[in-house]
Nanobody
Framework: QAQVQESGGGLVQAGGSLRLSCAAS????????RGWYRQAPGKQRELVAIFTSDVSTKYADSVKGRFTISRDNAKNTVYLQMNSLKPEDTAVYYC???????????WGKGTLVTVSS
């Protein structure tokens, strides 16, 4: 079964930056590494930024202009550059991928981002 693994989380002060990475264990031919969701304590998991097609993206309104999603297809890795971080960005960030053939969804274990005020 394909896997995705996040990295790059940590503790940062408000206004700072972090870059998250999500690597898929299979090639982009088989696995569509879609992007990022997050879940804050006591809240539901929400979309942060994803690729809706090979070139199109979708961002949550709360991160537009601050976060940028990108991908390296050769490595089947998706990145999330997070700038101007706010305390409300504190959450566990999860990577999502989908099997192109059978539609199965894959989630990583998550990486914790903590933004201090």
């Amino acid at each position: 079964q394909a896997q995705v693994q996040e990295s790059g989380g940590g503790l940062v002060q408000a206004g700072g930056s972090l870059r998250l990475s999500c690597a898929a264990s299979a090639s982009s031919f088989a696995i569509n590494n879609r992007g990022w969701y997050r879940q804050a304590p006591g809240k539901q998991r929400e979309l942060v930024a994803i690729f809706t097609s090979d070139v199109s993206t979708k961002y949550a309104d709360s991160v537009k202009g601050r976060f940028t999603i990108s991908r390296d297809n050769a490595k089947n890795t998706v990145y999330l550059q997070m700038n101007s971080l706010k305390p409300e960005d504190t959450a566990v960030y999860y990577c999502n991928a989908q099997n192109r053939f059978n539609g199965d969804n894959y989630w990583g274990k998550g990486t914790l981002v903590t933004v201090s005020s």
